[in-house]
């Protein structure tokens, strides 16, 4: 074993029968590698993240592509970004805390010597449970490395795995020594030992597809250089393929923005349980899970995508834009009792836009993101977000005074984001405020990458519109409704997940943890954690 500063070696510390392969500490960072060090004791995590990775043909250096595709992604994780890179058999890597940062153009040949090779995968992330120091945020970065008798694999992942506690036994049982800090650690080992076993990438995919529950979107490289991509069986996360005009590049991505952002063509979106190889020979497409049902996230629409990302060629913000349409058709005597429009920027934005258009009201831009107050809200722990929010949206007090607001959001989760907008609307002299929240109100938790993992964290689903409504002080919440997001977004009811506001969750064991959940929540019972970290109904072997 070799420690910290090594090209490869085990973590150091730790006698693990999965060792790791990290580069040199390839950035002077003003904190160290915690990734190297002792993985002991703490809280697993659960996170949601952006995916990007990178095959050049003409043997030129991929970084560039990698760091311009995640920084195109910097809104899918503000806690930490990784970047890997494949060059002679060997991954070099480097992880650090914080958003993906700029990085002048005069040092770019410096970082191809730090992350040289013409494959590379990278990672923006964001942490949704367990500890948040820094120490454990590092650990939990991607993109992951793994090894075992010969046989290497990185990953980058987005997703969440429900039937984490069953796989987590299941590997120790195989490997005593073997720990892990996130979903992307679980799913690297567990792919690589049925790579090990099997011999074959095909196999070892479908094997995971088959064992995990849960969302999960990977693109990876294996130890001789191949370069794949895969989705769950429902598609729950997005993940889409591209290349560049010349065919020298080839790329995926979890949105098209990245793509843009390095000049590609846009090719195609992943299907549900659909593997994807890339070689000098072509893409080899091959679809693993036969008639999979497809199960789309809802709130990429709504919330989590950029707006100018495509999903099935259209734009978000035009899907955005159709949201704010269809409330007002919904909600006509309220728009009627409205003196102007107002969002809360950004993601409200595109859905004023269509509400401007729908009711012929002002679209009164008097609420203003600071834009370098980066942090998404929706993203931070409870003690940070009260002031992030206060700081972050300044409202032009001379715009609202007097003035009856029609205010559009893209949803309501906790219900604090939108009580603190609304009392800085008081203040500055609103004299009604109307709330237009784009997404349908959240029932119940998310088990697949979006922090929102108990009952008792969300306002909806205890209160409906309008206990919601005094509890944050609106004069009236109007949510679209389930049909309208669904008609907008172009798809049906079954090509999307719509568990958080329906209760119907795509994979069986979410749904059964979900039930049972549910039903003691309702009766009294306080919950502990997140629900599937705690859950006896999970898999216990």
């Given at each position: 074993?070799?420690k910290q500063?090594?090209?490869?070696?085990?973590?150091?510390?730790?006698k693990?029968?999965?060792?790791?392969?990290?580069?040199?500490?390839?950035l002077?960072?003003d904190k160290?590698l915690f990734?190297?060090?002792?993985n002991i004791?703490r809280r697993e995590?659960?996170?949601?993240c952006?995916?990007f990775?990178?095959i050049n043909?003409k043997?030129q250096?991929?970084f560039?592509?990698?760091y311009w595709?995640?920084?195109a992604?910097?809104h899918r994780?503000?806690?930490?970004?990784?970047?890997?890179?494949y060059?002679?058999?060997?991954?070099?890597?480097h992880?650090?805390?914080?958003?993906?940062p700029?990085?002048r153009?005069?040092g770019?040949q410096?970082?191809?010597?730090?992350?040289?090779?013409c494959?590379?995968?990278?990672?923006?992330r964001?942490?949704?449970?367990g500890k948040c120091d820094?120490r454990?945020?590092?650990q939990?970065?991607?993109?992951v490395?793994?090894?075992i008798?010969g046989?290497k694999?990185a990953?980058?992942?987005n997703?969440?795995i429900v039937n984490i506690l069953?796989l987590?036994k299941?590997m120790?049982k195989n490997?005593?020594n073997?720990?892990y800090?996130?979903d992307s650690?679980l799913?690297?080992?567990?792919?690589?030992?049925?790579?090990?076993q099997s011999?074959?990438?095909?196999?070892?995919?479908?094997?995971?597809?088959q064992?995990?529950?849960?969302?999960?979107s990977?693109?990876?490289?294996?130890g001789n250089?191949?370069f794949f991509a895969f989705?769950d069986?429902?598609?729950?996360?997005p993940?889409?393929?591209g290349?560049?005009?010349?065919?020298?590049?080839?790329?995926?991505?979890?949105?098209t923005?990245?793509?843009?952002?390095?000049?590609f063509?846009r090719?195609?979106?992943l299907?549900?349980g659909?593997?994807?190889?890339?070689?000098?020979?072509?893409?080899?497409r091959e679809q693993i899970?036969k008639?999979?049902?497809?199960a789309?996230c809802?709130?990429e629409y709504?919330y989590?995508a950029?707006?100018?990302?495509?999903?099935?060629g259209?734009y978000?913000?035009e899907i955005?834009e159709?949201?704010g349409?269809n409330?007002?058709?919904e909600y006509?005597?309220?728009a009627?009792d409205a003196?102007?429009i107002?969002?809360?920027p950004?993601?409200?934005?595109?859905?004023?836009?269509?509400v401007h258009?729908e009711?012929?009201?002002?679209w009164?831009r008097?609420?203003?993101?600071h834009?370098?107050?980066t942090?998404r809200?929706f993203?931070l722990?409870?003690?940070?977000?009260y002031?992030t929010i206060?700081r972050k949206?300044?409202?032009l007090d001379?715009k609202?005074?007097?003035?009856?607001?029609?205010v559009?959001?893209?949803s309501?989760?906790?219900g604090?984001?939108?009580?603190?907008?609304?009392?800085?609307?008081?203040?500055?002299g609103?004299?009604k405020v109307?709330?237009?929240?784009?997404?349908?109100r959240?029932?119940?938790?998310?088990f697949?990458g979006?922090?929102?993992?108990t009952?008792g964290q969300?306002?909806?689903s205890?209160?409906?519109?309008?206990?919601?409504?005094?509890?944050?002080?609106a004069?009236?919440v109007?949510?679209?409704?389930i049909e309208?997001l669904?008609r907008a977004?172009?798809?049906s009811?079954n090509q999307l997940?719509?568990?958080?506001?329906t209760g119907?969750?795509?994979t069986?064991l979410?749904?059964k943890?979900?039930?049972?959940?549910?039903?003691k929540?309702?009766?009294g019972y306080?919950?502990?954690g997140r629900i599937?970290?705690t859950?006896?109904t999970?898999p216990?072997?």
């Amino acid at each position: 074993m070799q420690k910290q500063g090594s090209e490869k070696g085990e973590i150091a510390g730790e006698k693990s029968l999965f060792p790791c392969f990290l580069a040199k500490d390839v950035l002077k960072a003003d904190k160290p590698l915690f990734s190297l060090l002792l993985n002991i004791g703490r809280r697993e995590s659960k996170i949601g993240c952006g995916v990007f990775g990178a095959i050049n043909f003409k043997k030129q250096p991929v970084f560039p592509y990698v760091y311009w595709g995640l920084r195109a992604q910097n809104h899918r994780g503000h806690q930490s970004h990784g970047f890997l890179t494949y060059n002679e058999g060997q991954f070099y890597v480097h992880k650090k805390l914080d958003l993906v940062p700029k990085l002048r153009a005069s040092g770019m040949q410096e970082w191809f010597g730090r992350l040289p090779g013409c494959i590379g995968l990278g990672n923006v992330r964001y942490t949704t449970s367990g500890k948040c120091d820094d120490r454990s945020l590092m650990q939990g970065t991607q993109p992951v490395t793994a090894s075992i008798n010969g046989l290497k694999l990185a990953l980058s992942f987005n997703g969440n795995i429900v039937n984490i506690l069953q796989l987590r036994k299941e590997m120790k049982k195989n490997f005593p020594n073997f720990v892990y800090s996130c979903d992307s650690d679980l799913v690297c080992q567990k792919l690589l030992l049925e790579l090990e076993q099997s011999k074959d990438l095909t196999s070892a995919v479908g094997a995971c597809m088959q064992s995990l529950d849960g969302a999960f979107s990977v693109a990876g490289i294996t130890g001789n250089g191949d370069f794949f991509a895969f989705k769950d069986p429902h598609g729950i996360k997005p993940l889409c393929a591209g290349h560049s005009p010349d065919g020298a590049t080839y790329a995926f991505s979890s949105e098209t923005v990245s793509l843009d952002m390095n000049g590609f063509v846009r090719d195609f979106e992943l299907e549900p349980g659909e593997l994807v190889k890339v070689s000098k020979d072509g893409v080899e497409r091959e679809q693993i899970v036969k008639n999979p049902r497809k199960a789309f996230c809802a709130f990429e629409y709504a919330y989590f995508a950029r707006p100018d990302s495509r999903f099935d060629g259209r734009y978000v913000y035009e899907i955005r834009e159709e949201f704010g349409r269809n409330i007002v058709r919904e909600y006509p005597e309220i728009a009627k009792d409205a003196d102007v429009i107002l969002s809360v920027p950004e993601t409200g934005d595109d859905s004023a836009m269509g509400v401007h258009e729908e009711s012929g009201l002002r679209w009164e831009r008097a609420s203003r993101r600071h834009r370098y107050v980066t942090e998404r809200a929706f993203i931070l722990l409870n003690k940070e977000r009260y002031s992030t929010i206060d700081r972050k949206i300044n409202i032009l007090d001379s715009k609202v005074d007097g003035k009856r607001l029609l205010v559009t959001e893209d949803s309501i989760v906790r219900g604090d984001t939108t009580k603190i907008t609304i009392e800085k609307l008081r203040r500055a002299g609103a004299k009604k405020v109307y709330m237009f929240v784009t997404f349908p109100r959240i029932i119940g938790p998310c088990f697949y990458g979006i922090d929102m993992a108990t009952y008792g964290q969300l306002i909806g689903s205890r209160h409906n519109a309008e206990e919601i409504a005094k509890i944050i002080g609106a004069d009236a919440v109007c949510y679209q409704s389930i049909e309208g997001l669904v008609r907008a977004t172009g798809q049906s009811h079954n090509q999307l997940c719509l568990a958080c506001i329906t209760g119907k969750y795509p994979t069986p064991l979410a749904q059964k943890m979900a039930d049972e959940m549910k039903e003691k929540f309702f009766n009294g019972y306080e919950e502990k954690g997140r629900i599937y970290e705690t859950c006896e109904t999970a898999p216990q072997t």
